[in-house]
């Protein structure tokens, strides 16, 4: 899937309650050609990939409807509920997004812009619920925590960055640990709430072996990792995972049209 990412919007679960204050200054949002496809035939999955870097602009291919509202709001696939429509499969609409955030505009912002877009051009209106479900709490293990915060830079910013592979070696750098409990339950395919109590921004590496991890969808086999599971990796760190119901915020999907609006 091509496409130029703009802005990683972390800890998106509390995003705002209230309608977003910004919005792009131009975009076009159009069906995507149904005849394009992936490399051996393969349709795209409308999944975008998460937001990252941070620009003026981005430019989305091949993205649905579903996908697009897990990026606009940072969610995991299970944090989304919503009408069936908008599971169409393979063969549902896609749509391909070109925008432009307005010069004056504070960074950090295309997300919510984003959320402005799906509300004007789909008719998007949505509200938050939470729930308990079974799930991992993240905890500091008894032998205590083996990270070290992470270190501001020249200006006195903590720089974030991620860098994930399908073979499992993971580095998350200015990471708090809501962050890194929201991509672990990507990686899971399970709920993990932060229960920590640790504030900050963490630099974190791991190896874990890709079958120890159903939500990364990595065809690596077993025998062909050398590394540990995901749960022995954390403890390496200093942290665990203790199974339990946490809670689990959901964002509810009131309405929306299947098509957008004319640009």
Partial sequence: MKWIAMVFLAGALSAQETPAKFSFEVASVRLAPPEERLPGGAKYTGIVPPLSGDSDHITITHASLRGLLLRAYDLQFSQLVGPDWLD???????????????DDAPKGHIPE???????????????????DAKGYALLVAANGLKLKQSVPNSSGVVEKSRTVTMSGQF???????????Q????????????????????????????????????????SDSSYPSIFTALKSLGLTLEAKEVPVKQLVVDAARKLPTEN
């Fill in 88 to 102: 169409d499969g393979p063969d549902g609409p896609r749509f391909n997004i070109t925008a432009k955030a307005p």
């Fill in 113 to 131: 812009m984003l959320q402005s877009l799906l509300a004007e051009r789909f008719g998007v209106k949505t509200h938050w619920e939470s729930k």
């Fill in 171 to 181: 580095t998350w750098k200015g990471e708090t640990f809501g962050e890194f409990a």
């Fill in 183 to 222: 991509a672990l339950t990507g990686l899971l395919g399970t709920p993990v709430a932060d229960m920590t109590g640790l504030p900050g921004a963490y630099d974190i590496s791991l190896e874990a072996a890709p079958d120890s991890m159903p939500g990364l969808h990595s065809r690596t086999a077993a």
